[in-house]
């Protein structure tokens, strides 16, 4: 059994503890709970008013199916589109404390990396519990759908979801464990400046499981910068660009590539755009970003694979 499967098998059995816990009798607060960032919570037995202070939970809350308990998301909430209809109380970097109280929430969920903390605290002074979040890989955030299953009453979904997720992560596994080759891969998130992402981060993670080498874990942190002449001398075999990289159409995006068919990459006809939005938010979705990067990485394994 590899390590990502076992990272999932004792995530899920802390979401059945907790949702255990959750669902004992008591009154209008359950039982204190702590939250993904190591915070003591307490959190409403039933909540029934939510706002959401990140994309990646509002997608989260809708996916294990309470999005009817939804009242107000923040900027970018926009998957599923209904998303897209709810209140707004800024952007998950710069809350707007005011719009959150009008909405009168009994809950609030937070994400670690991004909401401010003087913010988070000002809420939890008012009197409305923030539990927060803080994954950092494809575990992680199969903890967080364990966990907001069982804060939100929807346990059985969070499992499927998590069930789903690691029997497509083993499917994976099996096809690239016996590959000889892992191709060497740059990652660009930006236009302009380039930047890329190297150790620690989601897309090492990704790159790695699909069959591939980073090449951005070379410069020994998690979001370097790059000019061409650097990249040349990575000498990528395989390019993947984020399609909202400085906001360029994917013909722009694949055409700064093309410059430099001294690149294997370029060379090779090898320079793919991925959705964004697939694979920079910490969702289940980010399992489908997994399948388009092993599609890319290794095309001989899971079929030959057009920009789409």
Request: proline content about 7%.
């Given at each position: 059994?590899?390590?990502v499967?076992?990272?999932?098998?004792?995530?899920?059995i802390y979401?059945l503890i907790?949702a255990i816990a959750?669902s004992?009798?008591g009154?209008?607060w359950?039982?204190?709970?702590i939250?993904q960032a190591?915070?003591?919570?307490?959190?409403?037995d039933?909540?029934r008013r939510?706002?959401s202070l990140?994309?990646?939970?509002?997608e989260i809350?809708?996916?294990?199916g309470?999005?009817?308990?939804?009242?107000?998301?923040t900027?970018y909430?926009?998957e599923p589109p209904?998303?897209?209809?709810?209140p707004?109380?800024?952007?998950?970097?710069?809350?707007?404390l005011e719009?959150?109280i009008?909405?009168k929430?009994?809950?609030?969920l937070?994400i670690?990396d991004?909401?401010?903390l003087?913010?988070?605290q000002?809420?939890?002074?008012?009197?409305?519990?923030?539990?927060?979040i803080?994954?950092?890989?494809?575990?992680g955030?199969?903890?967080?759908?364990?966990r907001?299953g069982a804060?939100?009453?929807?346990?059985?979904r969070?499992?499927a979801i998590?069930?789903?997720?690691?029997?497509?992560i083993?499917?994976?596994?099996r096809?690239?464990?016996?590959t000889?080759?892992?191709p060497?891969?740059f990652?660009?998130?930006d236009?302009a400046?380039?930047i890329?992402?190297g150790?620690?981060?989601f897309?090492?993670e990704l790159?790695?499981?699909?069959?591939g080498?980073?090449?951005?874990?070379k410069?020994?942190?998690?979001?370097?910068?790059?000019?061409w002449?650097?990249i040349i001398?990575?000498?990528p075999?395989?390019a993947i660009?984020a399609?909202?990289?400085g906001?360029?159409?994917?013909?722009?995006?694949k055409?700064?590539?093309?410059?430099w068919?001294?690149i294997p990459?370029v060379?090779?006809?090898?320079?793919?755009v991925v959705e964004?939005?697939?694979i920079?938010?910490?969702?289940?979705r980010?399992?489908e970003g997994?399948?388009r990067?092993?599609e890319?990485?290794h095309p001989?394994l899971f079929?030959?694979?057009d920009?789409?």
């Amino acid at each position: 059994m590899g390590p990502v499967l076992m990272r999932f098998i004792i995530q899920a059995i802390y979401g059945l503890i907790l949702a255990i816990a959750l669902s004992l009798p008591g009154g209008a607060w359950a039982a204190t709970v702590i939250d993904q960032a190591g915070r003591s919570v307490e959190v409403p037995d039933f909540p029934r008013r939510v706002v959401s202070l990140a994309p990646s939970l509002t997608e989260i809350v809708y996916a294990i199916g309470r999005e009817d308990r939804l009242v107000g998301a923040t900027q970018y909430s926009n998957e599923p589109p209904p998303a897209r209809d709810l209140p707004r109380v800024g952007s998950y970097v710069k809350l707007d404390l005011e719009k959150i109280i009008a909405l009168k929430p009994d809950l609030c969920l937070g994400i670690k990396d991004g909401n401010p903390l003087s913010v988070v605290q000002r809420i939890e002074a008012l009197g409305i519990p923030v539990y927060v979040i803080d994954p950092h890989d494809l575990a992680g955030i199969a903890e967080v759908v364990e966990r907001l299953g069982a804060l939100l009453g929807a346990k059985d979904r969070a499992t499927a979801i998590t069930s789903d997720m690691r029997s497509r992560i083993a499917r994976i596994n099996r096809l690239v464990a016996g590959t000889p080759e892992r191709p060497g891969v740059f990652f660009q998130i930006d236009a302009a400046p380039i930047i890329s992402a190297g150790l620690g981060t989601f897309i090492d993670e990704l790159i790695s499981l699909a069959g591939g080498r980073n090449l951005a874990v070379k410069a020994g942190v998690a979001y370097p910068r790059y000019n061409w002449e650097e990249i040349i001398t990575l000498a990528p075999q395989v390019a993947i660009v984020a399609s909202m990289a400085g906001g360029y159409s994917v013909e722009d995006l694949k055409g700064g590539w093309l410059r430099w068919p001294q690149i294997p990459a370029v060379r090779d006809g090898r320079v793919h755009v991925v959705e964004a939005d697939l694979i920079d938010r910490p969702t289940p979705r980010l399992v489908e970003g997994l399948e388009r990067f092993a599609e890319i990485i290794h095309p001989e394994l899971f079929g030959e694979v057009d920009d789409r």
